[in-house]
């Protein structure tokens, strides 16, 4: 596990690690940051989130290009994401309050909200999310690289305030990955491992306890989706559909239309791909000039490290099975 390997690289002598403790970065998010400082005692953990330049769509203003659509209607359609793990409980909760709204709405356009799979149940492109008008986050973890892809497209996203998804957490779970114990369908009270004695976490609740609602409540706001501008929070689903419709009904050149808020999220992604990029220029050259001055370096084959540094050698059944390190 990760703990384990930041483990087993704080005990290893310092001539001996692959870098000094100093130079330590991790990619991360920030709340797999905090994780570390909790359970480590680490401090100058760099934070280097995912930028997903692979994705090579970008929003493209449903609003304003309506008529070249055709006849359909599907790109009235706000998505639900991510594309797997969303709760049948909160899609049929949301989907009778739909039902309710649309039923006191008739004047307009009925609201549609739908899964990413259910529109999209083989292969779909980039291009294909990104003429959709928002996507609804109902997450299943705190960090999903959907997320991370649907912001790099710029679409505008709607996402529980954190108070709703800690409640929702605590009914029905939904957060079924957030720790390690939930996945395997036993969540716990508290963490097999104590909070580290010299933690430079500034959170003060267990990380791994999932039944308190302020422990909840304080990691989950670390989450990528209340941590990035311009997502727009609801506090339940009726709230959600009075601000998709407000959202939608508003002309492109409204400061807080759709398209408005999609110009703000690409004005932050270019900024973001600015500071990323100088955030690998320092990390680069600090391993390189650490590795400079280094007596001995360690081979570039995993298995001879592993026996150079821990006098482990992985066998054939290691990589199905938990391994665990002793060092001295």
């Known amino acids: 596990s990760l703990l384990m ?17 100093s130079y330590l970065s991790i990619l991360c998010v920030l709340s797999l940051q905090e994780y570390m400082k909790y359970f480590t005692g680490l401090g100058d953990i760099v934070l280097l989130p995912s930028y997903c330049g692979y994705v090579n769509a970008s929003y493209s203003h449903p609003l ?21 793990g969303v709760s049948g409980d909160l899609l049929a909760s949301l989907s009778a309050a739909l039902h309710q709204f649309n039923s006191h709405h008739t004047q307009r356009h009925p609201l549609r909200v739908s899964s990413i799979r259910e529109l999209y149940p083989g292969h779909y492109e980039y ?14 973890q705190l960090s999903v690289m959907t997320f991370f892809e649907l912001y790099r497209m710029n679409i505008p996203l709607f996402a529980p305030s954190p108070q709703l998804l800690a409640r929702w957490h605590l009914d029905l779970r ?77 002309p492109s050149s409204d400061s807080e239309s759709l398209v408005a808020v999609s110009e703000r999220m690409k004005e932050f992604n270019r900024q973001e791909l600015k500071r990323i990029r100088l955030q690998w220029l320092v990390i680069l ?44």
Not at 6 to 18: I, K, T
Not at 183 to 197: D, I, K, M, T
Not at 235 to 244: H, I, P, R, T, V
Not at 305 to 322: F, I, M, R
Request: with cysteine.
């Open 5 to 21: 390997t930041l483990s087993l690289f704080l005990r290893c002598p310092s001539d001996e690690s692959p870098l000094s403790l």
């Open 64 to 84: 304003l290009d309506k008529e070249q659509k055709g006849g359909g209607e599907g790109w009235r359609t706000v998505l639900i994401a991510p594309g797997r």
């Open 127 to 140: 291009a294909e999310l990104a003429r959709h008008p928002a996507a609804v986050l109902l997450p299943y």
């Open 174 to 250: 939904v957060l079924n990955e957030r720790t390690w114990m939930s996945v395997r369908g036993e969540p716990a009270a508290r963490s097999q491992l104590p909070r580290h004695p010299n933690s430079t976490s500034r959170l003060l609740s267990d990380p791994n306890d999932e039944f308190s609602y302020d422990a909840v409540l304080e990691w989950i706001s670390l989450a990528d989706f209340y941590v990035w501008p311009h997502i727009t929070q609801f506090n339940s689903f009726e709230d959600l559909c009075n601000k998709l419709a407000e959202k939608l009904s508003l």
């Open 285 to 328: 050259s600090k391993i390189r000039a650490q590795q400079s001055h280094k007596k001995r370096h360690l081979p570039i084959d995993i298995n001879e490290a592993l026996v150079q540094s821990y006098g482990y050698k992985l066998s054939d059944n290691d990589c199905g099975e938990q391994i665990n390190v002793g060092v001295d």
